[in-house]
């Protein structure tokens, strides 16, 4: 570049529509000083954090990110939700709930077992357990003739419970807190198990897989 063009050009950047923004960037950059946020960040371009940040903009999850950025900014929105977030704060509750009483670290125990996951998957996936939700309607209409004072009195109280108007949530949570209901779920949880170890050890695995074929 000669002399000439660049004497042209300082020109050029000195008229109006250049001076008025620089001046503008410069009281920003003079701002930026007095709050000791160009040290910071002359701090932060040390070797060692420009090298993690380089590692976590090329890292896949994050371009991965990048690549979804639309889908998220929709979940973040649906989770700000009113209705979402109080939903959201009944769930912890719940599983809160479950956790002090314990029920959790069975259902833990349970679902770590690998003889209990193959005894659940034998009894749901079978030709009766479908059978069984084929006529539920039935089944639902033989249960109602069942003449038995324990049973429709059992029923009629859970009925006049589920016909308040609370949601489900609501009623475990408040069903937890009885010792009497949580001494039950443990008792009830752990029999399941240890009830289907018996068939087992008693042939009735045959006999299940045969029917399920």
């Not at 007095?34 to 371009?63: H, P, Q, Y």
């Not at 009894?123 to 639902?140: G, H």
């Amino acid at each position: 570049m000669t002399e000439v063009e660049l004497e042209r050009k300082l020109l050029e950047v000195m008229s109006p529509e250049y001076i008025e923004p620089l001046i503008k960037f410069l009281k920003l950059i003079r701002r930026l000083d007095e709050l000791g946020i160009l040290d910071a960040m002359s701090n932060l371009l040390s070797n060692d954090v420009i090298e993690d940040l380089v590692k976590t903009l090329m890292s896949t999850n994050f371009i991965r990110l990048l690549n979804n950025y639309e889908e998220l900014l929709a979940l973040s929105a649906r989770l700000s939700e009113p209705r979402t977030k109080e939903s959201i704060e009944k769930t912890l509750d719940l599983l809160n709930a479950l956790s002090n009483t314990g029920l959790l670290d069975t259902l833990k125990d349970l679902l770590s077992d690998p003889e209990v996951l193959s005894e659940v998957s034998h009894i749901f996936i079978n030709t009766n357990m479908i059978y069984l939700v084929t006529n539920i309607d039935t089944l639902l209409d033989f249960m109602a003739r069942i003449r038995c004072c324990a049973y429709v009195a059992s029923l009629n109280a859970a009925r006049d419970v589920a016909s308040d108007g609370r949601s489900i949530i609501r009623t475990i949570s408040e069903m937890l807190k009885d010792e009497d209901a949580r001494r039950g779920l443990n008792f009830l949880l752990l029999s399941a198990k240890y009830l289907g170890r018996q068939l087992k050890e008693r042939g009735f695995e045959k006999q299940a897989l045969s029917a399920s074929t």
